[in-house]
């Protein structure tokens, strides 16, 4: 489904390799949207008791297996390309490796994606089983691993994975002229956060950082994005609200592409709060547009990457050094001008074309094998 960064990730890869003129075909669950685009192989929805609701406002939807299906996407391929680790792809690797067809991977999810919603954020234990099955049972059986940061190949490592790994960025794609909007330090103070409104992305950090800063009172937060946790986080804005700690009620909302960018580039500053994330292309599409970040840094966070020193970084799930990371920015507005365009040309090395290339390398890779 749209609105999670599988799916957009995914979907522009797909789009790319097309144009390049490879052909591409996706097996995946029919799209609930009759109108909307639909896999080549579409499967079945597959309704988790219980967990459907949470699952389906974060935006994904699971498949049910089909062998004939499958067999059908396999036969036709001559690389098979897995996007997660779950039991729909254990099976399609077992049966590409009977069809005697060769498979990669892509590493998109850490497993704290998901027990993090489950409301499981120190469940160590289930988090190694899930990541030693998931390297067991998908992974150690494709000749290549593609890793969207180094972050990723690093917990990859250290968790034994045996395939060969190759660091490319998800990619996005820039303009030969980069025209970053460099908004000025004016009242409100627009403070954007982009992304689904979940546990493992940690908005609350932002809304919390609002006690401890000086400027509240000045600063319009804008959250662009959907997910589980919005009712909560609308009564924790209130809650600010009716406290007198923000003038501003914070915004909340879900945006198509061209919307996003024009709200981009009328933010000051871009804060990213979450602890889990495998690269967090949102935070370099708005940096693209000459907003300067705050980064959480932590252990599973690979958006860290996107920082250019210091001042954009804070701990994660610290909204007290966060907060001071905002107040510093609001009163060096000269500074923030300056590291505009430092950060807008710092997003070239993520450029889709190249990413597109060294994708395709992969796959040349996989088949002379």
Known sequence: MRGNGICT?????????????IEVKVMACE?????????????????????????????????????????NAILWADVVHLCEGFPLEAKVVRLARKLGKPCVGTFHL???????????????????????????SVYDHCTHVHCPTETVKRHLLDNGFKSEMRVITNGM????????????????VTVLCVGRLASEKSQETLLDAMKYSRYAHRIQLHFAGRGPRQKRYEKMADKLVKRGIVTYRPLFGFYSA??????????????????????????????MEGVVPVIAEGRLTATSQFA???????????????????????????????????????VKKYDAVEATDQMIQMYKD???R
């Open 366 to 368: 996989c088949l002379n």
């Open 308 to 346: 250019l020193d210091r001042r954009s970084l804070f701990p994660e799930r610290d909204a007290r050094t966060l907060a001071d990371r905002i107040d510093w920015w609001i009163e060096h507005p000269e500074e923030r001008t300056a590291m505009s365009k430092c950060y807008s040309e710092s």
């Open 173 to 188: 794609s820039i303009p030969d002229e980069l025209s970053p909007a460099c908004t000025p330090l004016e009242n409100p």
């Open 258 to 287: 061209e919307q996003l960018r024009e709200l981009t580039r009328q933010a000051y500053l871009y804060i990213h709060c979450a602890w889990v994330e495998v690269e967090g292309l949102s935070c370099a599409e708005a940096i």
């Open 31 to 71: 799209n609930p949207v009759s109108e909307g685009l639909q896999p080549d192989f579409p499967l079945k929805h597959f309704k988790f008791p219980f967990f459907e609701p949470l699952i389906y406002s974060s935006g994904f939807r699971y498949a049910t297996y089909s062998k004939v299906i499958a067999a």
């Open 110 to 136: 850490f497993t704290e994606n998901i027990t993090a919603n489950l409301g499981m954020r120190k469940a160590r234990m289930l988090n190694y089983l899930l990541t030693l099955w998931w390297r067991k």
């Open 9 to 21: 990730a995914v979907l522009s890869l797909v789009e790319r390799l097309r144009e390049r003129g």
